[in-house]
């Protein structure tokens, strides 16, 4: 079974553009999650999808951010305009069902970004 | 809020040896999960081992197992006969038992198995 799939896995970009992070979950997990991992600390969530509805966008900083999950499968995170600070690994996390605190995440590779 | 401390930044340890990695956490709620998530170098996070708050049982899952302190908020992670390849990140984490699956993590520690 494929697990969940990120492209691309390495971005380099000047401030101030454009960036689109693409995730692919399991196949039939319901939810996904997209999670923002700053050098030396954890994951920290930025959204959460349950099919295709984005049920906790709380710590998503809207100004900027925006993210999609068409038809509930795949998902899209974007960031426009960059800014210095967004450097980061971007990492996508998929489960079978989101209201079940035992229902493993499971994780992508990530998506390293560098903003210059 | 959630919180998850770990407060040992980087451990090493022998090939074969035991260690043990700390992680406490603050919560309010009396039903909820811990994790311990691994973070290979340049590889993606895998789930290491899971414990459910309202079991008195420590979890086990092979050469890894838990000591699971509810009162203390206490949740450390033994590796036994340590093998190159637990040179990792790892990750405590936390969750609710109810509702958002959303998981809390701590800073990690860095844990090199040495030859």
């Known amino acids: 079974e494929a697990g969940v799939v990120q492209s691309p896995r390495y971005k380099i970009i000047e401030k101030k553009q454009p960036v689109a992070f693409w995730c692919n979950p399991i196949s039939g997990h319901n939810t996904l999650y997209w999670y923002r991992q700053n050098l030396g600390q954890g994951p920290e969530l930025l959204i959460r999808?349950?099919?295709?509805?984005?049920?906790?966008d709380s710590q998503l900083p809207k100004d900027r951010f925006s993210a999609e999950r068409l038809k509930g499968v795949d998902s899209t995170l974007k960031i426009q305009p960059a800014e210095l600070g967004d450097s980061a690994v971007y990492l996508c996390?998929?489960?079978?069902?989101?209201?079940?605190?035992?229902?493993?995440?499971?994780f992508g590779p990530g998506t390293r970004l560098t903003v210059l | 809020a959630q919180t998850v401390t770990q407060s040992q930044p980087e451990m090493s340890v022998q090939e074969a040896e035991t260690v043990t990695l700390s992680c406490t956490y603050d919560t309010s709620e009396n039903n909820y999960y811990l994790f311990w998530y691994k973070q290979p170098p340049s590889r993606q996070m895998i789930l290491v081992i899971r414990?459910?708050?309202?079991?008195?049982q420590n979890a086990t899952e092979n050469r890894f197992s838990v000591n699971f302190q509810k009162a203390a908020k206490s949740f450390s992670l033994k590796i036994s006969d340590s093998q190159l390849g637990d040179t990792a990140m790892y990750f405590c984490a936390f969750t609710f038992r109810t509702g958002a699956n959303n998981l809390f993590f701590g800073t990690g520690t860095r844990l090199t198995v040495i030859p």
């Open positions: 996390a998929s489960s079978l069902e989101g209201g079940r605190g035992r229902d493993t995440q499971y």
């Open positions: 414990q459910e708050a309202y079991k008195q």
């Open positions: 999808y349950e099919n295709e509805e984005a049920v906790d």
